[in-house]
């Protein structure tokens, strides 16, 4: 019986990143040289936005997130003020626009990299580069899921890295064939990696050791291929906006058969 052993460890030493540092070099001299072929580096998005300047005053972050939204998906207003959740210029649907106030400077919000999976590339690239070895990168960030509370570290941009197993198809053991089975291997790494770098600990980048064959190399789809398409979302609009826009059609509908029943009397 064949066994597979999954290791998951933080690379040390990496300071408070600024705008314009080089991560690559960065995140190799934390390595070490611990690092070997086939690991699969999970880079928390917040060091990738910084390194990227993508910081911008706080009095200006209801514009900012206006900017990086093309579609509000729900919005709700409650004691603590409006909850948004919007999908950003990268069709990532999530609160706010993923722009956030933990962890930066006093003043200041943090915008997500403007295109994660090029992002990924470029460390990818260097750490290629710099190594000579193959390795996978995901750039990481913290969502909300609908039906559960609490959050978890997801796939935002990937290189080199296999994030969507597609098993459909396959017979199971019983012989019997998988329809939708598709697991999110990236999502999956990304939530594993978040275990032992947590959100205080100052360590935003992690080592993921095991999952060799997922390293796929330069023709990695990257971290758009877990974006579900908006023709097949059940769930594209939130309770409130859906009820709205049927109430909508229902009175347009209503007016239009009073004027089709009068102009035809």
């Known amino acids: 019986m064949s066994s597979r052993t999954l290791s998951v460890f933080v690379l040390d030493g990496i300071p408070e990143i600024q705008r314009g540092d080089d991560l690559v070099g960065v995140i190799c001299g934390a390595a070490g040289g611990s690092l070997q072929p086939g690991d699969i580096l999970v880079v928390t998005s917040k060091i990738v936005s910084k390194a990227e ?7 200006d972050r209801e514009l900012a997130i206006e900017q990086e939204t093309v579609r509000v998906v729900a919005e709700r207003v409650h004691d603590g003020g409006v909850t948004r959740i919007v999908e950003n210029r990268n069709g990532l649907v999530m609160a706010a626009a993923g722009v956030d106030a933990s962890n930066v400077a006093d003043g200041m919000v943090l915008l997500l990299p403007a295109d ?4 990924a590339q470029r460390l990818r690239e260097g750490i290629q580069r710099t190594l000579g070895i193959e390795v996978g990168v995901i750039v990481s960030d913290t969502f909300g899921r609908p039906w559960r509370l609490g959050q978890t570290d997801v796939v935002i941009g990937a290189a080199g890295v296999t994030v969507l197993v597609d098993f459909r198809g396959v ?5 019997h064939a998988l329809v939708v089975t598709a697991p999110a291997v990236g999502d999956e790494i990304a939530a594993a990696a978040d275990l032992v770098k947590g959100k205080t600990g100052g360590t935003p980048v992690a080592v993921v050791r095991g999952l060799e064959h997922l390293v796929s190399g330069s023709a990695s789809p ?5 974006l579900r398409p908006a023709v097949d979302d059940l769930f594209s609009q939130g309770a409130a906006e859906a009820y709205a826009a049927g109430f909508a059609a229902g009175r347009a509908a209503a007016g239009k058969a009073v004027a089709e029943s009068e102009a035809e009397r």
């Open 53 to 59: 300047g993508r910081e911008v005053p706080a009095v």
């Open 171 to 175: 017979e199971d053991t019983h012989g």
């Open 222 to 226: 990257g971290g758009a291929a877990l």
């Open 116 to 119: 994660p999976d090029l992002s």
